[in-house]
């Protein structure tokens, strides 16, 4: 289980995230370089260099090309008692960037060389290791989650890409999000959307960067995930309430999208781990 991560990564050629869609901790992407798209929840946005993004737990999520060049970011992922007791004044304040569903700020100016400065020190800390950078690392985090905090009120948020191009898709996007839990075929979703099924697999690949299947089995999981950590039913009757047509199917794409079984899961939720 992951408590504190920053890495900082060029890419000289084209990437589209594969793993890790949503997870239970925060994360913060910052675009230093290049552009980007970023697919959060059912929305796509178009990234500029100085866009930094934020992703609530549980939050599903992916980048994607948005041309050949090369990019370069900055990524940090945390638990949030890493920083701060949940219901203290830290966490009220400097959570909201998160909270908020302003996912993405474009900064420039003054704001921006602030923001990459704490960036940077942030990945110093890590790199060396010295005494206390823990502690240190901690107090830029705060510091970087409590000015984006006071900069929300001042920034435009980053729109959506525009969906004229294929606004089908995200109609459908919509219609999956709502109704994942229930039996949803390629066959069922062409007949409702008047779509041919070669066409929208491969127009909802390129527009989300998903899959069908993989997107559907996400909403999924994620959805299971969040009957084992709050409720104690069964896991045959989690399978079933998520959406899957059988337990035994329900188990392996759960170790497939998360690399533990329903079960492992549960106890380590329980643990605290």
């Not at 984006?148 to 969906?163: A, F, G, K, Y």
């Not at 109609?171 to 109704?179: D, G, H």
Request: hydrophobic share 40%.
């Amino acid at each position: 289980m992951i408590h504190y991560e920053i890495e900082r990564l060029r890419r000289e050629h084209p990437y589209t995230m594969l793993v890790n869609h949503f997870h239970d901790h925060y994360e913060i992407y910052y675009l230093l370089s290049g552009k980007r798209k970023y697919f959060i929840q059912d929305r796509v946005y178009a990234m500029q260099e100085g866009d930094l993004v934020f992703i609530d737990k549980h939050t599903l999520h992916k980048t994607l090309d948005a041309d050949d060049r090369p990019h370069e970011r900055i990524l940090i992922n945390f638990e949030e008692h890493w920083i701060a007791a949940k219901g203290d004044d830290t966490y009220a304040i400097a959570f909201t960037p998160f909270h908020e569903k302003q996912y993405i700020f474009s900064l420039s100016g003054a704001n921006r060389t602030l923001i990459e400065n704490l960036l940077f020190s942030l990945l110093r800390e890590k790199q060396l290791e010295q005494q206390g950078w823990e502690l240190n690392s901690k107090a830029l985090l705060t510091q970087l989650l409590i000015f984006c905090t006071r900069l929300m009120d001042q920034l435009s948020p980053v729109e959506e890409q525009p969906q004229g191009y294929n606004p089908k898709i995200f109609e459908i996007v919509t219609y999956i999000n709502e109704y994942f839990n229930e039996r949803l075929t390629l066959a069922l979703i062409s007949e409702k959307f008047h779509i041919s099924p070669s066409y929208f697999c491969r127009s909802f690949k390129d527009t989300t960067g998903f899959s069908f299947v993989e997107y559907l089995n996400n909403l999924r999981i994620r959805e299971a995930q969040r009957l084992l950590r709050e409720t104690k039913l069964k896991v045959i009757h989690i399978a079933e309430q998520a959406g899957f047509d059988s337990v035994a199917h329900f188990g392996r794409v759960f170790k497939q999208v998360t690399s533990q079984t329903p079960l492992e899961c549960r106890k380590m939720m329980h643990l605290g781990l």
